[in-house]
């Protein structure tokens, strides 16, 4: 395993650990959606997670890998000193490790093809995949069964926008500008 990480890629590691810390204090804090759906307050932050994480992949697989697990490590000391329930805990560890892993291995394969390609077809797996791990385990058997539906609408929905615009601003501008 290579590890290549150049300044850029500590900020970007540094931010990828920071929002999925945010994300996870702010799990159980909720936004209705006007219609139907809802969201939690993390998941505006933790939306960037999956962009963030693929701008790591020029470092190599070993250095996204070796962020995912700080990344996951540290929400588990952060949820505990801060009494975060264990069940948002366990959510978070199991969505970080298995989406994560899934997104990164999506995005090796596709490194031929173009940025966005490479983004939306990880996210395609990774966001929904996210979605169900974490708020199955965090609030199943909390919450009633239409409002986890509610939460699995509203989380995808948010999680797929924001990548989006993550994904489209890069090296300080969003892509399609030339200047």
Same mark, same amino acid.
């Given at each position: 395993?290579?590890?290549?990480?150049?300044?850029?890629?500590?900020?970007?590691?540094?931010?990828?650990?920071?929002?999925?810390?945010?994300?996870?204090?702010?799990?159980?804090?909720?936004?209705?959606?006007?219609? &139907?759906?809802?969201?939690?307050?993390?998941?505006?932050?933790?939306?960037?997670?999956?962009? !963030?994480?693929?701008?790591?992949?020029? #470092?190599?697989?070993?250095?996204?890998?070796?962020?995912?697990?700080?990344?996951?490590?540290?929400?588990?000391?952060?949820?505990?000193?801060?009494?975060?329930? &264990?069940?948002?805990?366990?959510?978070? &560890?199991?969505? $970080?490790?298995?989406?994560?892993?899934?997104?990164?291995?999506?995005? !090796?394969?596709?490194?031929?093809?173009?940025?966005?390609?490479?983004? #939306?077809?990880?996210?395609?797996?990774?966001?929904?995949?996210?979605?169900?791990?974490?708020?199955?385990?965090?609030?199943?058997?909390?919450?009633?069964?239409?409002?986890?539906?509610?939460?699995?609408?509203?989380?995808? $929905?948010?999680?797929?926008? $924001?990548?989006? $615009?993550?994904?489209?601003?890069?090296?300080?501008? &969003?892509?399609? !500008?030339?200047?």
């Amino acid at each position: 395993m290579t590890l290549r990480f150049s300044r850029a890629h500590g900020i970007n590691a540094a931010i990828y650990i920071l929002a999925t810390l945010g994300a996870n204090y702010t799990a159980t804090w909720f936004l209705p959606f006007p219609l &139907f759906g809802q969201v939690a307050v993390g998941t505006f932050i933790f939306g960037i997670t999956f962009t !963030q994480r693929d701008r790591l992949h020029s #470092a190599g697989r070993g250095g996204v890998y070796l962020t995912i697990a700080i990344a996951a490590l540290a929400n588990v000391a952060m949820s505990a000193v801060l009494d975060v329930p &264990f069940r948002i805990i366990l959510a978070s &560890f199991l969505a $970080i490790v298995l989406a994560e892993t899934a997104d990164t291995e999506i995005y !090796q394969k596709l490194l031929p093809y173009p940025w966005l390609v490479r983004v #939306a077809g990880s996210n395609a797996v990774s966001v929904p995949l996210d979605t169900l791990l974490f708020s199955l385990v965090a609030f199943a058997g909390v919450l009633p069964t239409w409002e986890i539906v509610s939460l699995l609408f509203g989380e995808t $929905i948010t999680k797929y926008a $924001i990548g989006a $615009i993550a994904a489209l601003w890069k090296e300080g501008k &969003f892509i399609w !500008q030339t200047s």
